[in-house]
């Protein structure tokens, strides 16, 4: 069973920085756009920034030249570094993956979304 698990995150003060990565694990052929969305209290889901399998980036304006996303193709793991954090930044974060895997119970191989759980991200003094 594929699973996205993230990890990092935490409290940082305005201005700061924190970077935030997640694997992907279990069996998989391969892996296509890898990317992060956020989500605020009382707000929908959005798109933070996207990568490629083959590292061509998209960020959302508001984080342009702040967030940058990388990716590891051979460790299955996608990063997002966050710098100037803001008041607007606060969220939960959540890692999302178009992934090329087998399914239950005919082991058929098909394209999936697949989310982490999300981890939080706090700006505050």
């Known amino acids: 069973q594929v699973q996205l698990v993230e990890s990092g995150g935490g409290l940082v003060q305005p201005g700061g920085s924190l970077s935030v990565s997640c694997v992907a694990s279990?069996?998989?052929?391969?892996?296509?756009?890898m990317g992060w969305y956020r989500q605020a209290p009382g707000k929908q889901r959005e798109l933070v920034a996207a990568?490629?399998?083959?590292?061509?980036?998209t960020y959302v304006e508001p984080v342009k030249g702040r967030f940058t996303i990388t990716r590891d193709n051979a460790k299955k793991t996608v990063f997002l570094q966050m710098n100037s954090l803001n008041p607007d930044d606060p969220a939960v974060y959540y890692c999302h993956a178009m992934i090329l895997a087998p399914m239950a119970p005919s082991g058929r191989k098909g394209l999936y979304t697949y989310w982490g759980r999300g981890t939080h991200v706090t700006v505050s003094s």
């Open positions: 990568i490629t399998h083959d590292g061509t980036t």
């Open positions: 279990g069996t998989i052929f391969s892996i296509n756009d």
